[in-house]
Each structure stands twice: as structure tokens, then as C-alpha cells.
T-cell receptor
Framework: DVKVTQSSRYLVKRTGEKVFLECVQD?????MFWYRQDPGLGLRLIYF???????EKGDIPEGYSVSREKKERFSLILESASTNQTSMYLC??????????FGPGTRLTVT | KNEVEQSPQNLTAQEGEFITINCSYS?????LHWLQQHPGGGIVSLFM???GKKKHGRLIATINIQEKHSSLHITASHPRDSAVYIC????????????FGQGTILTVHP
């Protein structure tokens, strides 16, 4: 079974803190994605990566950066957390353009 | 106008009813995905289809490429089917990027 794990299920951070969200997949997938999910707005793509050290901006990259140093790991970084980044963050991976496998999500609250 | 639109946004049914969720898209696609998200749970992929029909248990997904329309049907619905159902359009690149609909919240009462 494909497994995508995320470092935390729940996270509470203060405004201005640097936040790291980590995602690990065990199926040697080339593609990895970071989304945020907000009520009424659905899933929105923040960044994706199609290979080690390769990244592309998604629809809402402002305030975020990413790192992919190893194929199995994709990190999302909030350089200076703000309250409008309070959200559910979901990581996913896929082989080419086939189905995406999602992690359990991290519910981040920024106070 | 969203590139992928679902209807209805909310759906309430009684156990045993036949359910249909619709998805229309305006983008070119290589495949159409249906996803399921239970309350508090992660998202799982139900179907990926580029033509015709697929069936898995009580779930059936169809797609009409010419009309840019897909449907997800649930036969003999059950309370455990209560979830958010999301359709997503996959583009033609190998990057696997998806364009998501807003989701349909389904509640099935016993």
C-alpha cells in the first residue's frame, strides 16, 4: 500500500514563527504536491515538485516555500507564519499523471 | 467561472437511495478523478477515468468527453457513504497537476 505521512496532525504556532511541514512517501513517486484546504474554497495547490530539487509554483505560493532534497520527502515552509495561513495542509504524491495519494493532513493554527 | 464545477454542493439522502453527483469541466483533460474525503479523514482516490465507465462495488463513475461531463453514482446508499466527494480534472502533462471542483457534501441518513 502506498503510504504518505505528514509530520504532525495538529500544529499551533505563533504569528511570525517559521513553520516546517514535512511529507514523506514510500512509493518512489516522482511528483509531490502541497495543498491547503479551506471551507468553501476547496483544495488549492501551493507548490508541487516533479523531481528532486525541482519545484513549481501552484496557484497560491505567496508566503510559502518548499524543499525537496530527497525523492521521498517534500517539505513546506512558512517563512513567517500569519493568521491567514491557518488551514488544513495536505500533501500528496503521484507517479506521473496517475492518481494522487494523500497524506492525513496537518491542521495548522496560527495565533 | 470555475474550470471544474460540481453539483449539487450539498446532498442529503435516505439510506438505500440512488445518488448522483455531477461534474462539468471546461479545461482539456487527460483524465477525470473522483476523490472521497470522510469527516476528519484524509482524501482517497476513488476513480481515474478518461472514457466510458468504471465500477467499484456500489460506486459507478461515467464520463462523456464530448460534453465535458462526468457523474458519480452511488447505488443503495448507506450512512457510511456520508463524505465529501471531489472531482478533479487532470491535465495532459506528466506532472500530474489536478484542477479541483468545490466538492459535494453528501449526508446519508439511516
Amino acid at each position: 500500500d502506498v503510504k504518505v505521512t505528514q509530520s504532525s496532525r495538529y500544529l499551533v504556532k505563533r504569528t511570525g514563527e517559521k513553520v516546517f511541514l514535512e511529507c514523506v512517501q514510500d512509493m518512489d513517486h516522482e511528483n509531490m504536491f502541497w495543498y491547503r484546504q479551506d471551507p468553501g474554497l476547496g483544495l488549492r495547490l501551493i507548490y508541487f515538485s516533479y523531481d528532486v530539487k525541482m519545484k513549481e509554483k501552484g496557484d497560491i505560493p505567496e508566503g510559502y516555500s518548499v524543499s525537496r532534497e530527497k525523492k521521498e520527502r517534500f517539505s513546506l515552509i512558512l517563512e513567517s507564519a500569519s493568521t491567514n495561513q491557518t488551514s488544513m495542509y495536505l500533501c500528496a504524491s503521484s507517479w506521473l499523471s496517475y492518481e494522487q495519494y494523500f497524506g492525513p493532513g496537518t491542521r495548522l493554527t496560527v495565533t | 467561472k470555475n474550470e471544474v464545477e460540481q453539483s449539487p454542493q450539498n446532498l442529503t439522502a435516505q439510506e438505500g437511495e440512488f445518488i448522483t453527483i455531477n461534474c462539468s469541466y471546461s479545461v482539456g483533460i487527460s483524465a477525470l478523478h473522483w476523490l472521497q474525503q470522510h469527516p476528519g479523514g484524509g482524501i482517497v482516490s476513488l476513480f481515474m477515468l478518461s472514457s466510458g465507465k468504471k465500477k467499484h462495488g456500489r460506486l459507478i463513475a461515467t464520463i462523456n468527453i464530448q460534453e465535458k461531463h462526468s457523474s458519480l453514482h452511488i447505488t443503495a446508499s448507506h450512512p457510511r457513504d456520508s463524505a465529501v466527494y471531489i472531482c478533479a480534472a487532470g491535465g495532459g502533462t506528466s506532472y500530474g497537476k489536478l484542477t479541483f471542483g468545490q466538492g459535494t457534501i453528501l449526508t446519508v441518513h439511516p
